[in-house]
Structure formats: C-alpha cells, structure tokens
C-alpha cells in the first residue's frame, strides 16, 4: 500500500522536513511504500519544499534581521535555473527577534530587500517569494529602501525604518526603478487578505506581531498614508490586490519595482509538487501542521489537501500539534481521523517540546489501531 506524507511545519516545534521523517518513522511495517512530500504556504519551509520537489541548491549571505542586526541567511536555487526561492521569514521574520523586541511600529523588512538586491547582483532575475511569517508592518518600505528607493520626508531625508515611520513619506524618488523592470518576481501569499480594509494587514495581523490596539490604528492610518502617496505620485494602487496584506504588505510596496504576480503559496506549491496525480495514487494520505484551528480553512496547507482528497475520494488522516476548541467538529468532514499531540492530558509546551517523538508515537499508535490492509 503506499502512504503519502504531506506535511506542512509544526510551528516551532518542526520543520515539515522533520515532521514528514518523524511520520514515517511511525510506519514500522515494511508492507507500506512510504513517498514524503514537503509542503509550506509561502512561510518558513517554502525553500526547502522548492528543493525538495524541482533539485537545487541553498546559498547563504549575511543581511539585517527586523531589528538592524546582521544574520546569515539562506536562499534557495532551483536546478538549471535562473529561479530562485527566498522567504521573508529568513530575514524578517518574527522568530529571529525575541518577545521583548516584538513591535511593527519598529521592525523592518531592510534585511530582506538587502538580499533581493545581493540575488540580482548575483545575476538572478526570476525570484519567488514566500510571505509568510513577517514580524513587519512596514509595506515593504525597508526593502524598497535596500534597493536604492527614495522614501523622503518633507525635509528630503529618508524616512526612518518602521510602520511607525510610513506616515512621513512626503516623496517618493524612484529614478532607480528601471534598473528593476526585467526582474520577475512572484509572491507567494500564504493569506489573502489585502493591504487597507477591516480585514486589512494592520487590523488582522499586526497584533500578532506586537502591536497594542492602539498601535493597531496608528498602523492602519500609516499604512493608508502611504500608499496614497505612492499612489499620487505613481499612479500606481498598490493596496487593490489579493495578497497585498501578506507579510505587512511587503509585497504591496515591492509591487512597484518589478515584473510581479500574486499567488496563493499553497496552491502553487501543490502545483510545482503534482500533488493531485500523487494523491490520486496513493492509498493512505497524511497531512498535519502545529493547529488546526479555524484560521485552517483559509488557505492552510492540510486543508487544500483536504479538498484535493475529496476531490478525488481519498480518506485523509490529519495529525496537529493541537486543535482548537471545536475545531475537530468543524473539519469532521474533510479528515477521516483527526489527532492532536496533546491528546491524554499533555500540556501544548511539553507537546513543542517533544514533537518529533510525539508525532513518531502517534503514527504508530494510528497504524496499529486501523490496521490498513
């Protein structure tokens, strides 16, 4: 029988590297034909999932972290390709900074215009880019800036770094952008919320990130500000979109420079993977992430599949790392079996700590309780 393994990253806890080996780990009997699958949603794992799927190669350089400091980070290029696969995660994400230092009226997306800037150097021109797990609000203004845009106050100075800061774009002096226009880029949005609006990268995300409620509407205002300049002085609307939102509207700002498209992130990686043909032929499909929650259902990795299983009348099996109250009720139809690693009373921080074991043990546990024949 074969098993197909799709899992997407148990956020902190695993990689959906370490999450897809620790599954089949579980599958002890040799009468099944294991194929794992590395999946990600345009956040961390994205790279790797690229990877994993089309052969390529990770290179590594140094760029500034949301708070200014230099890390060294990792991109991904595609084999005998000119592509190349970064995530905002890697130089801007929320996990590179500690708690303390949480605030997207401060942090900022420099690092990862910094190492847009070192690809193209490098003599790239197709660049994907996975949006997911920002600690920024910032429209991408930090990245415009690393690329040689001016954002100029009043006073002609640079604006400073931060969602704090959006409100004094007074210019915009973009004589650099044709140096940009052959370059293609893709944004692999793991929401699609867009930029301004109720449901808009202020309202929705920046709390999140570190924001109080009151920062929340000084992100909003700012936010809105700036994107009416770019537009006055543009002509360009760059908060219309479906996924202008993602990554604090990164993607919104870095719409100007290039050849951009908008994707959803899961989408197109079960695409570049043919998971549909994989899952058509497989008996046993697996699928997980750190929550099922009722945010899954918009986008989320275990559920697309879910929908490809159904699709195709393929039971699905889906293990989380929790599941959140009444979640199990909700999605009752699209998993055959849903499992939590804190089943029996074990605490959500214990769960994190231990998931590779936990996930190792629970698959045993499923294959010994179904004896799939």
Do not use: W
């Not at 930090?142 to 007074?170: E, F, T, V």
């Not at 920046?206 to 920062?215: D, L, M, N, P, R």
């Amino acid at each position: 029988m074969k098993v197909l393994i799709v899992p997407d990253s148990f956020k902190g806890s695993l990689s959906s590297r370490q999450a897809a080996d620790a599954i089949a780990e579980g599958i002890i009997d040799p009468k099944f034909n294991v194929e794992k699958i590395l999946m990600a949603d345009g956040g961390e794992g994205t790279v790797d999932s690229f990877i994993f799927a089309q052969g390529g190669t990770k290179i590594s350089d140094l760029v500034s972290n949301p708070i200014g400091r230099k890390i060294k980070v990792e991109f991904g290029v595609l084999k005998n390709s000119k592509t190349t696969i970064i995530e905002i995660a890697a130089a801007s994400g929320l996990t590179l900074i500690p708690p303390e230092k949480r605030n997207p009226l401060y942090t900022t997306t420099y690092g990862t215009g910094e190492l847009i800037r070192k690809i193209i150097e490098r003599g790239f021109t197709k660049i994907i880019v996975g949006l997911g797990g920002s600690a920024t609000v910032d429209c991408g203004a930090g990245a415009m800036q690393a690329l040689g845009i001016k954002l100029l106050d009043k006073n002609g100075k640079d604006i400073r770094s931060g969602g704090l800061y959006l409100k004094d774009l007074h210019k915009i002096d973009a004589a650099i952008l044709k140096e940009y226009k052959n370059i293609e880029v893709t944004f692999l949005y793991d929401v699609n919320n867009k930029l301004l609006g109720s449901n808009g990268a202020a309202e929705v995300y920046s709390q999140q990130k570190g924001a109080s409620k009151e920062e929340v509407q000084i992100l909003k205002d700012n936010l809105e500000h700036f994107s009416k300049i770019l537009y006055e002085q543009t002509g360009i609307n760059i908060s219309g979109f479906e996924g202008s939102g993602a990554a604090g509207g990164l993607a919104a700002g870095l719409s100007l420079l290039f050849k951009s498209r908008f994707v959803s992130g899961s989408e197109f990686l079960i695409n570049s993977a043919n998971l549909k043909t994989k899952i058509q032929n497989a008996d046993i499909i697996i699928t997980g992430e750190g929550e099922l929650n009722f945010q899954t259902k918009y986008g989320k990795i275990p559920y697309k599949i879910a929908e490809i299983c159904k699709e195709y009348k393929k039971s699905l099996i889906g293990i989380f790392g929790d599941i959140a109250i009444g979640a199990n009720v909700e999605y009752k139809r699209a998993f055959k079996h849903i499992y939590s690693l804190c089943e029996n009373g074990i605490p959500k921080e214990k769960a994190m700590q231990n998931a590779y074991i936990l996930l190792v043990e629970k698959v045993k546990q499923i294959f010994a309780e179904h004896k799939f024949n």
